[in-house]
Nanobody, 124 residues
Framework: VQLVESGGGLVQAGDSLRLSCAASGRTFSGYRMGWFRQAPGKEREFVAVLVSSGITRYADSVQGRFTISRDNAKNTLYLQMNSLKPEDTAVYYC???????????????????WGQGTLVTVSS
């Protein structure tokens, strides 16, 4: 599967932004999908995950502010980001896998496919 993110940009603290991740392939609905981010000089970190059953999980740092969702008819994953903070500044990546267990959902090693990333910059 190929993943292409879009929707990043420069916003001010408190603003909202919605990221999209367009996926190729017919089995999109069966994939476990995740969002990760990588700030300058830091490791890539987990943001949110959505499995095919609809179960979601978020990093503590974004809980209550970010929402992950998918439109299987459009083969697209979304990340709605509200109340953005300067510390949310990062390159955001979507990721997908058909394999592995739930416990691997929060690590980069748990995903087989990655997009190229989209930059989100939040100014104070």
């Amino acid at each position: 599967v190929q993943l292409v993110e879009s929707g990043g940009g420069l916003v001010q603290a408190g603003d909202s932004l919605r990221l999209s991740c367009a996926a190729s392939g017919r089995t999109f609905s069966g994939y476990r999908m995740g969002w990760f981010r990588q700030a300058p000089g830091k490791e890539r970190e987990f943001v949110a995950v959505l499995v095919s059953s609809g179960i979601t999980r978020y990093a503590d740092s974004v809980q209550g502010r970010f929402t992950i969702s998918r439109d299987n008819a459009k083969n697209t994953l979304y990340l709605q980001m509200n109340s953005l903070k300067p510390e949310d500044t990062a390159v955001y990546y979507c990721a997908a896998t058909l394999m592995g267990s739930w416990s691997n959902s929060f690590s980069t090693s748990g995903y087989d496919y990655w997009g190229q990333g989209t930059l989100v910059t939040v100014s104070s």
